[in-house]
Each structure stands twice: as structure tokens, then as C-alpha cells.
């Protein structure tokens, strides 16, 4: 199996607070987190990573969290600088750092791209500040919109901004405005999806009693599209939206079903070898995550095999998300699998209308399928029960 793209992931687990909707593994930084401490953790764990590489060369790196803008540049500065001294890095690599506007205030977003940041994907969600207040956010709508030029001062040009949509007591066209706000600060991608209660979160406990119903979350997803669309902005992914040139390549290496090392507290890596297609974790309680390091245990850096039949799920639970879908070859490239492992499995999803297949062999979701992404993702989650 020839080796796909390789992506760096790297966890930042703390938040000032945390909101009432996530289901990430993140932890309030009470009085301060132990970043210091927790960077030289990282900076083990990246020795280890090193040597999964195998001198396979670096494409991506994100620094996901949590609120990983809570680091100091200086912090980040040291933690990319460990990155570019263990592993063969491309000359245009993408390093995307998550910020959340209120938290960047570590040196301004001018220290973080001198550190090598490249990219700022920034948490803004609602341009409502009733509707942050009931989200858990810390920050306003004037902090979102002070958050963007500060970045655009320190010379970032490549910027996301977070939206959701379905929120408790939104209006369509109060969602219609939330759009409107972000594309009028001009970032080059969005990052629009819809609010889902998730398990062992407080909204899942105790949904709110006014979120948006079923029609109204079609009509705010059609009304937002076309707002997006004559913005100029390409919807490449279910919930993803660029201008020419910016779509996510991290994001997009996932979606193909790429390989990524992961490095922090709770994170994931996948691996292709020659015997397969492996996944990872490591430890997700932040102190345990740093004291494996500091010990030198392996911290969950144990390599697990994914079954042929979870495999083919995992793929299109992917790259089932991307609106222009996979190339066939693609698929047997990922996986290993075969040409009539995939027929055979996605002829149920075609005869629904969910799935097509061009004539030259590649396969995507049909409007219907983009539409119930969840029903066509389970075709294939059937059969590998």
C-alpha cells in the first residue's frame, strides 16, 4: 500500500471555560493551565511520533484544542521549532492554530504567525451576543470583529471563521444575519455547521427547549448557501466554504482518508503500513498525558488494527462529507480493499438515490444523499456490523 499524505495533529486541551455544547476533550484552565510544562511534554511525545514518520515528509500540522491561543507565541514558537527539528517538513506547510476571540491576547496574533503559524481558524459561532451568552462563550460580537483585524494587522491573510447555525431561539433570519456578518469581515474560508447535542455534554443532559426545528434548519441551510454561494464562496465539504485556493488541506487529508500523527492529551493518529491501516490515542486526562511523558511510558502510542469491514465504514465516513467525493482509485489506494468490496457494499445507497457512480469510476453523494448524509454514511455503517 503506497503510503497517503502525512498530517501532524497536535492537542491543546485547556479553555477558559468550557461550553455547555462540547463534546472535545477540553478542560477549564481554573487558574492557569501548566503550559510550560505541557510543551515539553508535547515535545517528547513529538520524539516518538518522529520515528513513526519514517522520513515520510510533514504536509499539515493543526493545533486543535481546547483553546490553544491560552499558549503564549513563545510557546508555540518552541513547540514548531521542536516539530521542524524531528521530521522532514514541506516547504509550504499548513499550520493552522485554533484561537478563540478574548483569548488572543498572548502577544497578539502578530507573535503567533512570527512563531509559523500560517493559518487562524478562529472560534467565533454567533455574531448574536444573546446567542454566545447561551453557547457558554466568553467573548462578544465586537470582540469577534476586533479578533479578525488583529489578525489581518499581524499578517495572517489565510483566516477561518467557526459559525453554527440551529441555535436555541434562532430565527432563520437570524441565522441569515450570523452569515452575513462573516462574510462581511472577508475571511478566506468558513466553517458553517449546524449545533448537535452530542453525549456527555450539559446541552445533551438538558437540551434547550427552543432550538430550531427540522424545517427551519433546511430553510436556514438552503437561505445561508445561497448567501455563501454570491459571496464567492465554494462549498467543498458539508460544513466547509473557501474562496478559490483556501479550502483546508489538513481538513482535506482527513476527509481523503489521509494519515495524520497525534501528539497532546486525548488525541488521534492513523497510520498505512504495509500490514494495514492503524489507529491510535493517547492518554485524554491532560496531567496522566503528562506524566506518561515525563516517565517515559508509552502514553497510548500503541498501534490497533482497523478491521477490513470498519475500514470501508471509516473511509466513506469521510470522504462521504466532501461534495465532489473520491476517485475509485483513491479508495483502493487508502484502504487495501477491493473494487467489489466497495460495489457490493454502496449498491444499497444507490439503489435509495443516495450514492452515484460517473463513468469514470468516481463516486459521490447525489443531492439527496448530501441532503441525508447521516442516512448514507449508515448504509455503510450496516454492513460493517
Known sequence: ?????LSLYVHLPWCVRKCPYCDFNSHSAGSGAPTERYVSALLADLDREAQRAAGRTIVSLFLGGGTPSLFAPAEIERLLHGVRERFDV????????????????????????????????????????????????????????????????????????????????????GAEADVKAAIELGPSHLSWYQLTLEPNTVFYARPPEDLPDEETAYAIQDAGAA?????????????????????????????LFGDYLAVGAGAHGKLSTR????????????????????????????????????????FMLNALRLNDGFAEALFLARTGLSRRALEETASGAIDRGLLQRSDDANWKPTDLGRRFLNDLQAEFLRDSQ
Request: charged residues 25%; negative net charge; glycine residues 10%.
Open 227 to 255: 448567501l455563501l454561494h454570491a459571496a464567492g464562496f465554494e462549498q467543498y465539504e458539508v460544513s466547509a466554504w473557501a474562496r478559490e485556493g483556501r479550502r483546508c488541506r489538513h481538513n482535506l487529508n482527513y476527509w
Open 1 to 5: 500500500m503506497t503510503p497517503p499524505p
Open 90 to 173: 514541506a516547504d509550504d506547510i499548513e499550520v493552522t492554530m485554533e484561537a478563540n476571540p478574548g483569548t488572543v491576547e498572548c502577544g497578539a496574533p502578530a507573535g503567533y504567525r512570527d512563531a509559523g503559524v500560517t493559518r487562524l481558524s478562529i472560534g467565533a459561532q454567533s455574531f448574536d451576543d444573546d446567542a454566545l451568552r447561551r453557547l457558554g462563550r466568553i467573548h462578544t460580537s465586537d470582540d469577534i470583529r476586533r479578533a479578525v483585524e488583529e489578525a489581518r494587522d499581524g499578517g495572517f491573510d489565510n483566516l477561518n471563521l467557526d459559525i453554527m447555525y440551529g441555535l436555541p431561539g434562532q430565527t432563520l433570519a
Open 275 to 314: 500490514d494495514g491501516v492503524f489507529r491510535y490515542r493517547k492518554a485524554a486526562n491532560p496531567l496522566q498525558y503528562m506524566l506518561a511523558m515525563e516517565e517515559s511510558h508509552a502514553g497510548g502510542n500503541d498501534l490497533n488494527p482497523i478491521p477490513d469491514n470498519e475500514l470501508l465504514f471509516e
